[in-house]
C-alpha cells in the first residue's frame, strides 16, 4: 500500500502550493504520486465541486445537503481512484480530505459532529490518511492572501472572519495530541514550510 498524506487548513492557507512541492520532490526521487483533491478528483466530483462553489446560490444550501454534496464528491473519489491507486502501491496527496467536513460542516455549521463523523466513514469506507498537514494561518492573514490573490470569491470564501475563525480552532483542537497530524505555521516563506514537510514526511516514510 502507497502512504495517503492530506493537506488541510482555512483558505489561502498555502496548502495548495505545499502540496505540489512535496508531489515534486518525490516524483524527483522516482516514486509514483497521485496528487488530487477535494471536492473534486473524479469526474463525477469536479461536477459536484462547481456546484458546491458557485456564487450566490450558496446562499440557498442547507447545511445538510452541503454536507451530502461533499461526502457524494468523496464516496465517488474514494472507490474510483484514491483506494485503487494505495493499492497500486502509490503516494496519493490530497488537497482536503474528511477533516475539512469535520470543522466546516461539524464545527463550523454546527451539524452535529457524531452526524458528521458517520458520513466521513461511510463516505471514505473507513479510510483514514497516514499524514495530515495542517498548515495554519489566521483568519486576517486569510483575507489579506485572498484579496492580494484578487479575482472572484466564492460562496464559501465569502463566509465571515467568525467563520473561519471556527474553522481554524476547530483544525487545532482536532490535531491536539492526535499522532495522525502534523500542524505548521502557514505564515513562513513557502520554502521554510516546504523544508518541515519534507522532514516529517521522511522521518514517517523513508
Ligand atoms: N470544503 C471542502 C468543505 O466545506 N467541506 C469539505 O468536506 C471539503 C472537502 C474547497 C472549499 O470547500 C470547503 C473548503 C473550501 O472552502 P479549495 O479550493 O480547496 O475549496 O479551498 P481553498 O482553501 O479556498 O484553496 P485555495 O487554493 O484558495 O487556497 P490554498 O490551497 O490554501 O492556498 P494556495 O496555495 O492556493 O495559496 C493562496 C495564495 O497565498 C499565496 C499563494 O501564492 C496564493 O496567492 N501563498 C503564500 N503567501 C505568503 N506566504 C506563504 N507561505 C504562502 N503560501 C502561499
Redesign the pocket.
Known amino acids: 500500500m502507497g502512504n495517503f498524506v492530506t493537506f488541510e ?1 482555512i ?7 505545499q502540496i505540489q512541492l512535496l508531489a515534486e520532490w518525490l516524483i524527483s526521487m522516482g516514486q509514483r504520486v497521485v496528487l488530487t ?3 473534486g478528483g473524479t469526474e463525477l466530483g469536479e461536477r459536484i465541486r462547481m456546484l ?2 458557485a456564487g450566490d446560490v450558496g446562499k440557498h444550501f442547507s447545511a445538510k445537503a452541503e454536507l451530502l454534496l ?1 461526502e457524494a464528491s468523496r464516496a465517488q473519489h474514494v472507490e474510483e481512484k484514491i483506494l485503487p491507486a494505495l493499492a497500486h502501491g502509490d503516494s496519493v496527496l490530497c ?2 480530505f474528511l477533516d ?2 469535520t470543522v ?2 461539524g464545527v463550523a455549521r454546527k451539524i452535529p459532529p457524531p452526524d458528521v463523523a458517520l458520513l466521513n466513514s461511510f463516505a471514505a469506507a473507513n479510510l483514514l490518511p497516514d499524514l495530515t498537514i495542517i498548515v495554519d494561518i489566521t483568519p486576517e492573514e486569510s483575507v489579506k ?1 485572498l484579496l ?2 484578487g479575482g472572484q470569491i466564492d460562496r ?2 465569502g463566509e465571515s472572519v467568525k467563520f473561519f475563525k471556527d474553522v481554524r480552532s476547530g483544525y487545532l483542537a482536532m490535531a491536539e495530541g492526535d499522532p495522525r497530524f502534523l500542524v505548521v505555521n ?1 505564515d ?3 520554502s521554510n ?1 516546504h523544508g518541515e514537510i519534507r522532514r516529517e514526511y521522511g522521518a514517517r516514510f523513508m
Open positions: 487548513g483558505e489561502g492557507c498555502g496548502k495548495s502550493t483533491r477535494e471536492p458546491l462553489k461533499f488537497d482536503r475539512s467536513s466546516y460542516q492572501r492580494k490573490r464559501i470564501e502557514g513562513q516563506s513557502i514550510i
